[in-house]
């Protein structure tokens, strides 16, 4: 059984910072992109940043130059570094696993997800 745990959420202030953590543990064959989306109050999920097993990333145009993805792949963890947080970057953050195995010689995808960790800024 797969499990991805979150960490790193918490209040702060406009203009501070926080790094959020997603490890992921059991048996995935391989991992594909790992991301980060956020829900706030009201609204849709929506993708904040992803990153490809090649490294490659995607960033919503509202976090652009403020948040940085990254990923271990030997620990399968993935972070979001936020600086200079806006109080509409409050939201409860959701981590995104995608895994890939073989099953009768056929490839499947699974999607994993986190628990989510509340992030809050405060004006």
């Known amino acids: 059984q797969v499990q991805l745990v979150e960490s790193g959420g918490g209040l702060v202030q406009a203009g501070g910072s926080l790094r959020l953590s997603c490890a992921a543990s059991?048996?995935?064959?391989?991992?594909?992109?790992m991301g980060w989306y956020r829900q706030a109050p009201g609204k849709q999920r929506e993708l904040v940043a992803v990153?490809?097993?090649?490294?490659?990333?995607n960033y919503a145009d509202s976090v652009k130059g403020r948040f940085t993805i990254s990923r271990d792949n030997v620990e399968n963890t993935v972070y979001l570094r936020m600086n200079s947080l806006k109080p509409e970057d409050t939201a409860v953050y959701y981590c995104n696993v995608e895994g890939q195995r073989v099953v009768a010689g056929s490839v499947v995808f699974d999607d994993y997800w986190g628990q989510g960790t509340q992030v809050t800024v405060s004006s």
């Open positions: 059991g048996i995935i064959f391989r991992i594909n992109a």
């Open positions: 990153i490809t097993s090649g490294g490659s990333t």
